[in-house]
């Protein structure tokens, strides 16, 4: 009895800290979702807020990000397909650009276009896609703030906590149990793509003041809007992105495991992959722990995990963040960590390194007596296997409460109305 005493005691500063950090997110899920709301509005703010905040219980109290991120992520995409065409549908009657409305910069600025739009924006003072600067939420400044404040926190760990068009891509990608296609030998070739991609439609949207990738490669315009096929040019283009969509969202996800599209073709991942080192947080591998059985490789997603950067202790720049391979590694050897932050070295072992990800019941550096205790619960808070996944979910909830707490709110009014629609485009 005395020794099971003693292993709750050592247990109970990380077990602290994790409640504490849930119950502060919930008030936070609540404040951006439900506050100062009523009627259906009210409802679905409520219901995002509380999924929201039972993801992040999991995550605190369970020690690893996957599978409660996927379920997240994929959640908060499948919510913001019907709420932003239902908004098309309201305003336009339809979810085909018309000249017109091109003209007027009337369509909603995509993070993605970032890419094409930020020389001309910084050198030219000009804006290559025709959305507002200012006024809406999505508007160029806007998305612009959003992106500048991802790079000092979570870095390309956008591309698996916050963005609504990678979250469908990880989603389906998460369906098979076993990949049918191993592509994992092309991963430098593949890795190498998508920069590619990314200099060629930024030094085409400097050259021709046209948004290259948005007009010609997105993939995602099946799902958000897309041009009217008034002309050859147009009808081409739709041919195109609903192929591509087919080919890298839906298909190889599901023969090979990977997020074919968001490791190849899109070049928003691959600006966040050179940019990366500004953010505070990576993940980090023990290679003393590490007995390079290669599970990690196999669940890697993003074809960041391979022999070589297991020697090297991190995975390529690739990496999303997803912390999909820590549940994989049977040693409890990657987890995340600061990148100011000094490694410890191994104590037992197959010990993780210094700020890898662990359970709460992990024992904390503690001894008897509350100091002790106070310091051992604020190293947990301040721990990046604590703080990263704060405050990875806390950008995706944000970012997400405007369209996803909709499509739950519009879900109570079709209950309550039957109509899913509001407004003129009913």
Not at 121 to 141: C, E, K, M, N, V
Not at 221 to 231: C, R
Not at 356 to 369: H, M, Q, S, Y
Not at 373 to 400: D, H, N, Q, V, Y
Request: glycine letters at 10%.
């Amino acid at each position: 009895m005395r020794a099971d005493i003693a292993a709750i005691s050592k247990r109970s500063p990380a077990l602290a800290a994790a409640i504490a950090a849930a119950a502060v997110f919930a008030y936070e899920a609540w404040f951006f979702n439900a506050a100062g709301k009523s009627g259906t509005a009210l409802a679905g703010g409520l219901v995002w807020a509380g999924f929201c905040a039972a993801i992040f219980a999991i995550v605190a109290l369970g020690g690893k990000p996957d599978p409660a991120r996927r379920v997240f992520f994929f959640t908060a995409a499948l919510a913001f397909v019907p709420s932003f065409i239902a908004h098309l549908i309201e305003t336009r009657g339809r979810m085909v650009l018309t000249a017109a409305e091109i003209a007027a910069s009337q369509v909603p600025f995509c993070h993605i276009a970032i890419t094409t739009s930020l020389v001309p924006a910084a050198l030219l003072h000009t804006l290559d896609f025709p959305a507002q600067l200012s006024g809406i939420r999505a508007a160029f400044y806007p998305m612009l703030g959003y992106w500048l404040l991802s790079l000092v926190t979570i870095g390309r760990g956008w591309c698996s906590w916050v963005c609504f068009y990678g979250g469908l891509e990880d989603g389906i990608s998460g369906i098979p149990r076993r990949a049918r296609m191993d592509i994992g030998a092309s991963g430098p070739t593949l890795r190498r793509v998508n920069k590619a991609i990314l200099g060629f439609v930024a030094l085409a949207g400097m050259a021709t003041l046209v948004p290259v990738y948005c007009d010609w490669l997105c993939p995602f315009k099946l799902v958000t809007e897309y041009y009217e096929p008034s002309s050859i040019r147009t009808f081409i283009a739709m041919i195109a992105f609903i192929g591509i969509f087919l080919a890298l969202v839906v298909v190889l996800p599901l023969l090979t495991k990977k997020r074919t599209q968001c490791s190849i073709l899109c070049p928003f991942g691959a600006m966040q992959s050179l940019l990366d080192r500004i953010s505070p947080f990576r993940v980090a591998i023990d290679t003393k722990a590490c007995v390079s059985c290669g599970a990690c490789d196999r669940a890697c997603p993003m074809l960041a995990m391979n022999p070589a950067t297991r020697a090297k202790g991190r995975p390529e720049s690739s990496c999303v963040k997803c912390g999909t391979c820590f549940g994989a590694c049977r040693k409890g050897a990657i987890g995340y960590e600061l990148r100011l932050g000094k490694r410890a070295a191994p104590a037992k072992g197959n010990a993780p390194a210094k700020g890898a990800l662990t359970t709460v019941g992990t024992p904390a550096r503690v001894g008897e007596g509350p100091a002790r205790w106070g310091r051992a619960f604020m190293e947990a808070i301040l721990s990046p296997s604590l703080l990263f996944p704060f405050t990875a979910l806390s950008f995706g909830m944000i970012i997400s409460s405007g369209f996803s707490a909709e499509t739950m709110a519009r879900i109570a009014r079709l209950v309550a109305t039957g109509s899913f629609l509001i407004g003129a485009g009913r």
